[in-house]
């Protein structure tokens, strides 16, 4: 299944570096969202974008900077992260404002080292 | 906040025997109740799902119940198989779809 699409797949960065992620899915939903995913921790909501318009940001720390320029792609723009920001990084899309709720669809992540 | 508690955190079973993961939420505004399964190294990919308005659906050996009084629903593989080892989340959202809170996760183990 190539409908939601993360790049790059691994990332190794130190914490002084810039980096961004990206995420961009073909399936024509209208909403896209961030997760962070830790090792024996639940899936962490980041930041949720409806009709390009952020509605959610969980109390993220601003050294994450989420951008998205169209319905189709997100990106999560990444700079002076700490080592507990190592993690997998999720994006993932789904279709709202049916009235009918529609189940989210993942890309396969991106995992983030900081060293 | 709202939350979802899931158990067991790691279950271990028989080939062939049946395996149930149990979840609870707190956000009465919850409505929709999706399962996701998390193979090693892969994406969260949707198995099932139920809603309010259900009290259970089955999907093949995949079953889930919900009961909405107790804010309780269950993840039910019969015949389970090697195959079925994987990561399992269950998730609650309300009408509006954005808010969608998944618990901490079960880890099943299949036993050949």
């Known amino acids: 299944e190539t409908g939601v699409t993360q790049t790059p797949r691994h990332l190794v960065m130190g914490m002084t570096n810039k980096k961004s992620l990206k995420c961009e899915q073909h399936?024509?939903?209208?909403?896209m969202y961030w997760y962070k995913q830790s090792a024996k921790k639940p899936l962490e909501l980041m930041f949720v974008?409806?009709?390009?318009?952020?509605?959610e940001n969980n109390s993220v720390p601003s050294r994450f900077s989420p951008e998205c320029p169209n319905s189709s792609h997100l990106f999560l723009h990444l700079h002076t992260l700490q080592p507990e920001d190592s993690a997998l990084y999720l994006c993932?899309?789904?279709?709202?404002?049916?009235?009918?709720?529609?189940?989210?669809?993942f890309g396969d992540g991106t995992r983030l080292s900081i060293l | 906040g709202e939350n979802v508690e899931q158990h067991p955190s790691t279950l271990s079973v028989q080939e062939g025997d049946s395996a149930v993961i149990k979840c609870t939420y707190s956000?009465?505004?919850?409505?929709?109740f999706p399962w996701y399964k998390q193979e090693l190294g892969k994406r969260p990919q949707l198995i099932i799902d139920?809603?309010?308005?259900?009290g259970e659906k089955k999907d093949q050996r995949i079953a889930v119940t919900l009961n909405k009084t107790a804010k309780h629903f269950s993840l039910h593989i019969t015949e389970t198989q090697p195959e079925d080892s994987a990561v399992y989340f269950c998730?609650?959202?309300?009408?509006?779809?954005?808010?969608?809170?998944f618990g901490a996760g079960t880890r099943l183990f299949v036993k050949a």
């Open positions: 956000d009465s505004a919850s409505n929709y």
């Open positions: 998730a609650a959202s309300d009408t509006g779809g954005f808010k969608t809170i």
């Open positions: 139920i809603r309010s308005n259900v």
């Open positions: 974008y409806n009709f390009k318009e952020q509605t």
């Open positions: 993932a899309s789904s279709q709202v404002g049916t009235g009918d709720n529609q189940p989210q669809h």
């Open positions: 399936l024509g939903h209208n909403a």
